[in-house]
């Protein structure tokens, strides 16, 4: 079985890894590429633990093959923070206590992230629709929904300062 | 398993042809990876559509729209024309997941699938939409509702795949909505599946109507003596009586534990009349 030999971006930086062909995109970014902030939780793109975004769209690592990379630009939950400055999603996630166990936050934090993109001034049903497909045993949600609407209020100050 | 992402239709008709093996298309890959990743299936080749490029757009044609193989829900709900024309259609679309599925699940993938709860695939066939279909054999265009022959299997012949689905014009009085039951609000598997495709006359009576049911029968079921019930009526109460019968009677469902045959009998009377309604008011709406 021959390898695939992918060239993409993540995070900004120019990437290259082999691949087997079965080998998911989770697969790779945590067993090859040693970049386990992205989470397996169920392996078949229920519980949003392993969300990434790829060509500016979420989507399950787990259902991605790693081979499908190629030419893609990929962001995930390590390209989040500056150095040492969080992002404010993930600022307003410690201020809010948005997480406990904390398996389900990176996954939460990306896919917030792109919500707030797309849509710097979200209801709370659209938060909540959004993000319908992370799954949290921890918070029950509500904490989650506060500190992103936190975060977006923010943002858009600062938006409007700048 | 081998991997490849061909850049044109020739190359992958050619490569599934060629394959000895299990052969399967990959578009969105929300039902075939987690069928492989189960052990469920052990393909040999695993043909990506996503680098062609007739298969990535929604193109305009003859009036209505060629929606590729690969194009993902989220991209049909950004469509402003589409949605304009087809809202039920649309609509099915993208109650299938996630956010993060629907950047990557598509119709194609979700008719090629052939689940009898497929949301997309009722709302489609009331549209009267086709499957374009290629192979070693050349093109074929099918009525969607023949593409799923069973629960998971299709009527496609080695070495053929659906490259795209084709919506027809919407008539100048025409409207279509679809409704699904679920016991929660996002996120789940149909109970109760049902789209509706109507057009009015000058009179706002109904002169066309085509109502096709999921989730009630190994595959959609074209409810034709429900539409007929329809038909010359303006929808009044007495039409909506019977035409809710109607489509209680065309029911056939199983008994499993997302509901009893029984009771999806009875939503799918209730829940086809209001399909009804919305698509009444999007007909008035033109």
Redesign the interface.
Known sequence: ?SK?HVTTTINGDDVEFLCD??E?LLDVLRDRLGMTGSKEGC????C?AC?VN?DG????A????G??A?GRAISTIEGMAQGELLHPLQRKFLEHAALQCGICTPGILV?AK??LEENPDPSETEVR??????LCRCTGYDKIVRAVMDAAEEMRGRNYAA | ???E?PTTVEDAVKLLAAEQGMAKV?AG??DL??A???GRIEPDL?V?L?RIEEMTGIEPEDGGFRIGAAV?S?EMGAHANLVAMWPGVVESAGLI?????Q??ATVAGNLCNASPAADSVPALAAARAKASIVGPNGRRDVPVEDVPAGPGKTSLEKGEFVASILLPKQAARGGDAYLRFIPRT??DIAVVGVGVNLTLDESASISEARVVLGAVGPRVIVAEEAAEALVGTSGDEAAMKAFSEAVSAACAPIDDKRGTREYRIEVAGVLAKRAVAIAMDRAKGR
């Open positions: 079985m695939h062909p079965q998911t392996g078949t793109g229920d949003g969300t790829v769209k979420i989507v399950c787990c259902l991605m093959l081979a499908e190629e896919a792109a919500l629709y959004w993000l319908a497909g992370n | 398993m081998r991997y992402a990959l890959g929300t990876l987690v492989i990743r189960s695993v990506d996503k993902p989220a997941g996630s956010t993060q599925i950047s990557r996002e996120m």
